[in-house]
């Protein structure tokens, strides 16, 4: 199974503050990663697919970059709705594994 | 507009079965791969089951193979998990989500459902 690293578990930040989170994947994935968004009651968000594409409908704030085993989602100006957990997802092979998540809480 | 709606959690004893249903509108269906997430309280996103269009080809986590089954009608636009023999750890919000590509694809996920819980308890 490909093991998915986040890092930070969580990240205290202002609004306006940049924000990078890192996701690690055991063995390559290619570009086979995605970033979901998750507040508390919710379901899950699609952010970012495909490792560096904007889903429709997503604030252009919100980027990725990244292949192989090694990706990062950025926040380039944090929002007050942005606060939440944040999960990245690898679909290059089954099972299908999630990162740990990151929780973004306000400083 | 997409929407996706779950139904049939619960509490249930160890041991026990329920089946989950999810309804499904906005879109075309039977050209979507579909998929089961969990999330159980303290953890993170676990998944769970994915099946193709034609609901002939399933893939299931280790975690749950052999006691889960998911399955699709086409004609009610509709997915489920049947899940059997639950254990404790079974214990969480289950969602259905659409796949973004179409067609024998299981990718990422575009859209969600709300969720339903499903408690294994005695």
């Keep these: ?107 | 507009e997409v929407q996706l709606v779950e139904s049939g959690g619960g509490l249930v004893q160890p041991g026990g079965s329920l089946r989950l249903s999810c309804a499904a509108s906005g879109f075309t269906f039977s050209s979507y791969a579909m998929n089961w997430v969990r999330l159980a309280p303290g953890k993170g996103l676990q998944w769970v089951s994915s099946i193709f269009p034609s609901g002939t080809t399933t893939f299931y986590a280790d975690s749950v193979k052999g006691r889960f089954t998911i399955s699709r009608d086409n004609s009610k636009n509709t997915l489920y998990l049947q899940m059997n023999s639950l254990r404790a750890e079974d214990t969480a919000i289950y969602y259905c989500a659409k796949d973004r590509s179409r067609g024998n694809a299981v990718t990422h996920f575009d859209y969600w459902g709300q969720g339903t819980l499903v408690t294994v308890s005695s």
């Design chain 1, 1 to 107: 199974d490909i093991q998915m690293t986040q890092s930070p578990s969580s990240v205290s930040a202002s609004v306006g503050d940049r924000v990078t989170i890192t996701c690690r994947a055991s063995q390559g994935i290619s570009s086979w990663l995605a970033w979901y968004q998750q507040k508390p009651g919710k379901a899950p968000k699609l952010l970012i697919y495909a490792a560096s594409s904007l889903q429709s409908g997503v604030p252009s704030r919100f980027s990725g970059s990244g292949s192989e085993t090694d990706f990062t989602l950025t926040i380039s100006s944090l929002q007050p709705e942005d606060f939440a957990t944040y999960y990245c997802q690898q679909a290059i092979s089954f099972p299908l594994t999630f990162g740990g998540g990151t929780k973004v809480e306000i400083k």
